[in-house]
């Protein structure tokens, strides 16, 4: 591999690169702060736990010191019941203590996990289509699931054990150096060792580990797209292939994560050689001492097992930290989600929505997709309360563009569309939102009941509500055929049903929701004639009193909408009824004739 330019000794980029070392372990240490943090919303209860961590710190302390007045009082030919007595007390009282932080300690973790799960996971479902097109349902799920996970380890092995730890090696070196402080020494180089050496192997493998990370999360929605396209994998006999693909991505993955590893077993080697080479002094050095009367045995025996107290308090911190090392790309991918700022919010001073008539005008809007020159431009119409407004154009022409803007999905770069008169910048989302149903070309169903499914229009609808939505959409004698009928669970995006049924529960669901403004995007297109014909004359009935907008490539469905826009590269090119569009030769008369139709059929 040829070396990195200008990576000469002195040179700006051997600069920035050791800057960028020395930087590694105070992002770390944010990192781990920030999480620790996220338990001041119960500080009560944290509070009680760091007053436990602190008393068997105390403990943990007091018996290595215990031990050796002991030793030395039996050496004496003296009586030690005192001693042990008071051993036994504080042992009893460390007991105590540990209950407390064993029994609360997950608790609080396995609670404080959940909320930031819910958080993550509201957080999520807010933000704009675009941000979901750009990271992939995949990768944002294991954010969610990732950063929660990682955020409940850190959080149970700081309050079971990190605490303690710290607090134990802090007060450890004093009550060393109160028994000699030769012998002291040895511990706090010790203890050195052990951060000198944490600290270098993190500024090693900083970007090895996000590097890994970066692998994991393309494996993992590399796996989420398979499974979610099965049917496509089955169908093309893609299995050998894709199970290859995966085979090389975690190959790759290995590969990123294997040098990291090293270095965390070079790590462990390192610092077991150190604590060995520590305890061998403590006993050479207090050899000596005691040969000339300046230590007791006792108190050789309490450095030794106070060396022994420090060096596993520095191990258990030192793997805490290749676990926090470990987790900060998950943990800052779980930050980055819940920082994230959503495109459109509310106004400050937004107000409520009243139920509104319907009617919708666009003045001059203009929207532009980021560093494209795709959109809509200088669109302005006003579709009337109750009146039927239907979108053609070719594929991409900006129909589903334009209606994302009356639902605030996305935001207009320039221009005024307004409800009523009322401009929807100035209206709360909530209120904007439930003044439209909508029917998708993806009937967008969940793996619920076909009765959730539909209640999603109205959480507080009646079981007749429902079944009254469900006949208008000519559901209700296919959904008292299934197993269980409106109990009947549909599988994921309702694989369990035919693509006519899952469009017919998603317009009984617009049924439901009652709202005074109607989206129909491509509603039927998963129909076969008859029933899109019957659902046709249904969805005429709900229109009634309704604005509705039709978005549709088959034309029969928009013949008798009042009126017709025709979209072409994001602008609106004619307008008019049917039969006048057919009549004026233009891009709708070409579409008509290309559709080989121009009336619909009439179903009795």
Request: glycine share 8%; hydrophobic share 50%.
């Amino acid at each position: 591999m040829a070396p990195l330019p200008n990576c000469a000794p002195g040179s700006r980029l051997e600069a920035l690169t050791l800057n960028d070392n020395a930087s590694r372990p105070l992002e770390l240490g944010k990192t781990y702060l920030r999480a620790v943090g996220m338990l001041g919303s119960e500080s009560g209860l944290a509070a009680a736990l760091a007053s436990s961590s602190l008393v068997i710190a105390g403990v943990q302390l007091a018996e290595p010191v215990l031990f050796g007045w002991v030793v030395d009082a039996v050496a004496r030919g003296g009586s030690a019941g005192r001693l042990i007595a008071l051993w036994a007390l504080i042992g009893f009282v460390g007991i105590l203590a540990g209950v407390v932080v064993a029994v609360f300690a997950d608790r609080l973790a396995h609670r404080r996990r959940l909320a930031a799960l819910s958080d993550a996971f509201e957080q999520a479902i807010t933000l704009p289509l675009s941000y979901h097109a750009k990271r992939g349902s995949g990768a944002i799920v294991g954010a969610v699931l990732r950063g929660t996970d990682e955020l409940f380890w850190i959080w149970l092995g700081a309050l079971r054990e990190q605490l303690t730890a710290v607090v134990t090696i802090l007060f450890l070196v004093p009550v060393a150096l109160f028994i000699d402080w030769r012998m002291a020494c040895i511990l706090s180089i010790l203890a050195i060792c052990y951060t000198i050496l944490n600290l270098h192997v993190i500024s090693k493998t900083h970007t090895g580990q996000r590097k890994a990370e970066e692998y994991r999360y393309g494996v993992s929605g590399r796996v989420g797209d398979v499974i979610g396209n099965v049917t496509v994998v089955q169908s093309f006999t893609r299995l050998a292939a894709e199970a290859e693909a995966l085979r090389s991505m975690t190959g790759e993955l290995l590969a990123a994560q294997y040098p990291v590893l090293t270095w965390w077993g070079i790590l462990t080697v390192l610092q077991r050689a150190a604590a060995s080479l520590a305890m061998i002094a403590i006993f050479a050095v207090g050899s000596v001492l005691a040969s000339h009367g300046e230590v007791t045995i006792g108190e050789i025996v309490s450095f030794v097992a106070l060396a022994n107290v420090l060096i596993g308090r520095l191990d258990q911190l030192s793997s805490f930290t290749v676990r926090v090392q470990q987790a900060a790309p998950a943990l800052d991918n779980y930050f980055a989600l819940v920082d994230e700022r959503a495109a459109i919010t509310d106004a400050v001073d937004a107000k409520a929505l009243a139920r509104p008539k319907g009617e919708v005008a666009y003045e001059d809007v203009t929207f532009r997709f980021s560093g494209s020159e795709q959109g809509v431009f200088d669109l302005s119409f006003t579709a009337d309360a109750g009146r039927t407004v239907a979108i053609v154009g070719p594929t991409g022409s900006g129909k589903t563009t334009t209606l994302a803007l009356l639902q605030r999905l996305r935001a207009p770069d320039q221009g005024r569309i307004s409800v009523d008169g009322q401009d929807i910048s100035g209206v709360t989302l909530t209120s904007l939102r439930h003044a439209i149903s909508v029917v998708f070309q993806d009937a967008g169903l969940f793996n619920r009941s076909i009765g959730e499914n539909i209640r999603i229009g109205r959480p507080d609808a009646s079981d007749e509500d429902v079944a009254d939505a469900a006949r208008l959409a000519q559901a209700h004698t296919f959904i008292t055929e299934k197993p269980d009928g409106y109990e009947f669970v549909i599988g994921e995006r309702g694989a369990s049903l035919s693509g006519g049924e899952r469009q017919r529960i998603a317009i009984a669901r617009a049924i439901l929701k009652d709202a005074p403004i109607l989206i129909l995007d491509e509603a039927t297109s998963a129909l076969d004639a008859e029933t899109e014909a019957r659902i046709k004359r249904a969805l005429d009935q709900l229109r009634n009193g309704r604005t509705t907008f039709i978005i549709a490539h088959r034309l029969s469905t928009v013949t008798d909408a009042d009126e017709i826009l025709v979209m072409d590269k994001g602008r609106i090119i004619e307008r008019g009824q049917f039969a006048d569009l057919v009549a004026a030769g233009g891009l709708f008369s070409r579409m008509v004739r290309e559709g080989g139709f121009s009336e619909p059929t009439p179903v009795e």
